[in-house]
């Protein structure tokens, strides 16, 4: 199977997971203080709906879809706006990959590549318009 199908029912199984996004911002913000201070003034339950449309973004640019969702992306976190530096992406992709590997029963070596090579091609949009 092609890595963005394994990604794509991998997600659907975490998305079924009730606390699959609780336990990413949990991940994403222990781990560091640069992150919590963004994160400040944020609703975090609509912050987890919209992240949830995000990684679809992702998913689908791997497997096909235009560009133009993650460079509006690339866009809001840019310098000028919320200003997200490109080495905090390791720490968003590394509580990603823990949260998926805790939520995704049937998770291994292989789906878990198969997430970083989609997440990185998508990432490197979005890192571009910083
Ligand atoms: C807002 C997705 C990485 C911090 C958002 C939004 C989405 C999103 C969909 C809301 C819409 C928008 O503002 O454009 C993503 C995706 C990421 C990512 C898919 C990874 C590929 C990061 C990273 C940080 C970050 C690494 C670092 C702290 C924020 C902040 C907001 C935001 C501070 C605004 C929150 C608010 O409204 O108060 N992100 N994001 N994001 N993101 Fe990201």
Redesign the pocket.
């Known amino acids: 199977m092609s890595a963005a199908n394994l990604v794509m029912q991998s997600y659907g199984r975490c998305c079924a997971s009730p606390a699959f996004f609780d336990d990413f911002y949990r991940h994403?913000l222990a781990s560091s203080p640069?992150?919590r201070e963004?994160?400040v003034?944020?609703?975090m339950s609509?912050?987890k709906q919209?992240?949830r449309?995000?990684?679809m973004?992702?998913v689908m640019h791997a497997r096909g879809m235009p560009d133009t969702k993650l460079r509006?992306?690339g866009?809001?976190?840019s310098r000028q706006r919320?200003d997200?530096r490109p080495e905090?992406?390791d720490?968003?992709?590394d509580a990603l990959l823990l949260t998926i590997s805790e939520h995704d029963k049937e998770c291994d070596a292989d789906i878990r590549q198969a997430w970083r090579e989609v997440?990185n091609k998508?990432?490197a949009v979005?890192k571009g318009g910083y």
């Open positions: 994403f640069l992150i963004k994160f003034d944020t609703d609509a912050q919209l992240l449309q995000g990684i973004n992702l509006a992306l866009e809001s976190h919320l997200i905090l992406y720490l968003w992709l997440l998508g990432i979005i």
